[in-house]
């Protein structure tokens, strides 16, 4: 059983920088897509960001393009996202994701395997 454990959140200022971490354990982490999502209270869970298995694809929201990096360590089987320039709309639970199966999904359905959650909080 893949158990997905996410760090590194905390309040910032407007302009800032966050890095988050998702550490993995128990399956196999370098064999499927890994991505990031957010939920904001009283709003849906909204995707964020994905990357494949070797890491060399990526895709992002259009409202953090720019802005966010997602990359992973294979070897230290960890996931992180690059938070820069953070906005107070970024404020949210930020989850990790893992799916059992191929295919760069930007959906939540679609993935399998998911963390607690980090909070993410930008002040103005």
């Known amino acids: 059983q893949v158990q997905l454990v996410e760090s590194g959140g905390g309040l910032v200022q407007a302009g800032g920088s966050l890095r988050l971490s998702c550490a993995a354990s128990g399956g196999t982490f370098s064999t499927y897509p890994m991505g990031w999502f957010r939920q904001a209270p009283g709003k849906e869970r909204e995707f964020v960001a994905v990357?494949?298995?070797?890491?060399?694809?990526?895709n992002y929201a259009d409202s953090v393009k720019g802005r966010f990096t997602i990359s992973k360590d294979n070897a230290k089987n960890t996931m992180y996202l690059q938070m820069n320039s953070l906005k107070p709309e970024d404020t949210a639970v930020y989850f990790c994701?893992?799916?059992?199966?191929?295919?760069?999904?930007?959906?939540?359905?679609?993935?399998?395997?998911w963390g607690q959650g980090t909070q993410v909080t930008v002040s103005s």
């Open positions: 994701a893992q799916r059992k199966s191929y295919g760069m999904e930007l959906s939540f359905a679609g993935y399998d395997y």
């Open positions: 990357i494949s298995w070797g890491g060399g694809r990526r």
